[in-house]
């Protein structure tokens, strides 16, 4: 099994800026894809970044030009820059990865226990 496991969540102001960052536990024999979702009071889960194994990125539209997700392979860990924040950014924000563990293991999905952000106006 992996645990992913986010840290970096916490409270800031209107127009501030954070770091997310999710480590695995462990190394993937294969990783498809690594994002970030987030889930507000009330509301589905909404995909926020996502990166691909060849290294290209896909953004929600409410995000563009504000956050930046990378990754560390070597470290297995992805990254979610987020800048110039606003109050409906507000949400959870958990981190998924679908790969493989081992050659013979099939593909799942996996998710973090998510980091509260709160963006204060």
């Known amino acids: 099994q992996v645990q992913l496991m986010e840290s970096g969540g916490g409270l800031v102001q209107t127009g501030g800026s954070r770091r997310l960052s999710c480590a695995a536990s462990?190394?993937?024999?294969?990783?498809?894809?690594m994002g970030w979702y987030r889930q507000a009071p009330g509301k589905q889960r909404e995909l926020v970044a996502i990166?691909?194994?060849?290294?290209?990125?896909n953004y929600a539209d409410s995000v563009k030009g504000r956050f930046s997700i990378s990754r560390d392979i070597a470290k297995n860990k992805v990254y979610l820059q987020m800048a110039n924040l606003k109050p409906e950014d507000t949400a959870v924000y958990y981190c998924?990865?679908?790969?493989?563990?081992?050659?013979?293991?099939?593909?799942?999905?996996?998710w973090g226990q998510g980091t509260q952000v709160t963006v204060s106006s």
């Open positions: 998924n990865a679908v790969g493989r563990l081992t050659a013979s293991s099939r593909m799942e999905d996996y």
């Open positions: 462990r190394s993937f024999f294969a990783i498809n894809a």
């Open positions: 990166i691909i194994s060849s290294g290209n990125t």
